[in-house]
C-alpha cells in the first residue's frame, strides 16, 4: 500500500473508539470517539493521568491496534479498513517507533539493529541504507559503538540506537511512548534534543509523556482524561538555542499552570 504525502495532515482521526473485551459481556471503553488531526510536520504531545488512554490513543493511530469503531487516515488512506501486512508495510517505510523499552535485537550489533529495518523495507539499496544509518549515528553521536554488541550499550545509548533505528527508512512521523521515561534527566534531555533536531528538519512528531519538560518541547500538547481528548494547548516553536535558557524555562512554567487547572 503506498501512501501519498501530498496530504497537509498526517494523522486524522474521526469518532475514534477503542473498547478492550475482558470477558463475556465485560467490555472496557478505552478510547471515546476521539477526533485528532496531526498536520505534516507537526510536534505534538500528549499527556493526562495514567490509565487515561494515551498509549492507547497511540497505538490505535498508528495501526498497531485495531480499533473498535471510527476511522484513522493516515496520509489519507484509511488504515481501519486495510489488513494486516498493508498495515505492517505502512508502519515499515512510513513511521517511526520509540518507546521506553525499546525492543532491540539482543543477538545483533548496534550497527545492524539500525540497518536491519532499511533492508527490510527494501526502498533503498543496502549500502544506501548503511550509508543512512553512518550518518544517522554520527548525527545521535554512536558512531564509537556501532559493532558492540547491544547488550553492552547504556540506556541513553540504546535509545540513540532506537533514534537512527526510527529514522532509517525517513519516515513521515515519529511515535514515541514515554521514550524518555526510562533515562536521567541529562540523558533525556540530550534525547529531546535529538529529538527536537528531527522535527526540525521536517518530520511529524507524536509523543506521549508524563514529563512537563519534555512536553514543553512540543508545539501543541493534548490532555487526555478517561479516554477523550479534552484539552489543547499551543505552546508555539521551541525557541532557537540562544534563547532557550529563559524561553524554555518559561514554556515549562506556562504548561505546568495550564496542568495544575485541568487538576494534573
Ligand atoms: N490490552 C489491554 N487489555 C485490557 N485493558 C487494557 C489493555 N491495555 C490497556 N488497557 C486499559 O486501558 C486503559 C488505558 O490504558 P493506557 O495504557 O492507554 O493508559 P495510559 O494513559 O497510557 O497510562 P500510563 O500513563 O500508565 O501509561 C487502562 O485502564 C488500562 O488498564
Ligand atoms: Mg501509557
Not at 510536520?41 to 500528549?46: L, P
Not at 493521568?49 to 494515551?54: D, T
Request: hydrophobic share 40%; net charge neutral.
Amino acid at each position: 500500500m503506498k501512501t501519498t504525502r501530498t496530504h497537509s495532515a498526517v494523522i486524522e482521526a474521526k469518532q475514534l473508539t477503542k473498547h478492550y473485551v475482558l470477558g463475556k459481556d465485560n467490555e472496557l471503553p478505552v478510547l471515546k470517539a476521539v477526533d485528532l488531526t496531526i498536520d505534516r510536520g507537526e510536534f505534538v504531545a500528549v499527556m493526562g493521568a495514567s490509565g487515561s488512554g494515551k498509549s492507547t490513543l497511540l497505538y490505535n493511530v498508528c495501526g498497531m491496534d485495531r480499533m473498535t469503531s471510527g476511522s484513522v487516515l493516515f496520509n489519507g488512506v484509511d488504515l481501519s479498513r486495510l489488513p494486516e501486512p498493508a498495515l505492517a508495510r505502512i508502519r515499515l517505510s512510513n513511521m517511526g517507533f520509540i518507546f521506553q523499552q525499546i525492543h532491540l535485537l539482543r543477538n545483533l550489533s548496534v550497527f545492524d539493529n539500525i540497518v536491519i529495518s532499511g533492508y527490510l523495507c527494501g526502498n533503498r539499496s543496502r549500502s544506501a541504507v548503511e550509508q543512512r544509518a553512518t550518518e544517522l549515528m554520527e548525527l545521535t553521536g554512536i558512531s564509537d559503538i556501532a559493532a558492540n554488541d547491544i547488550t553492552q550499550a547504556s540506556g541513553g545509548q540504546l535509545q540513540r540506537v532506537g533514534i537512527c533505528r526510527a529514522l532509517i527508512n525517513q519516515p513521515d512521523i515519529i511515535f514515541g511512548d514515554e521514550p524518555t521515561g526510562a533515562l536521567n534527566s541529562r540523558a533525556a534531555g540530550e534525547i529531546m534534543d535529538l529529538l527536537g533536531g528531527v522535527h526540525r528538519a521536517g518530520t511529524t512528531v507524536m509523543l506521549v509523556t508524563h514529563d512537563v519538560k519534555v512536553a514543553s518541547r512540543s508545539e501543541r500538547v493534548l490532555f487526555m482524561m478517561d479516554g477523550r481528548i479534552v484539552a489543547e494547548k499551543r505552546l508555539g516553536t521551541y525557541p532557537s538555542e540562544g534563547n532557550r535558557t529563559a524561553d524554555g524555562k518559561a514554556r515549562e512554567a506556562e504548561l505546568a499552570r495550564w496542568l495544575l487547572e485541568l487538576g494534573f
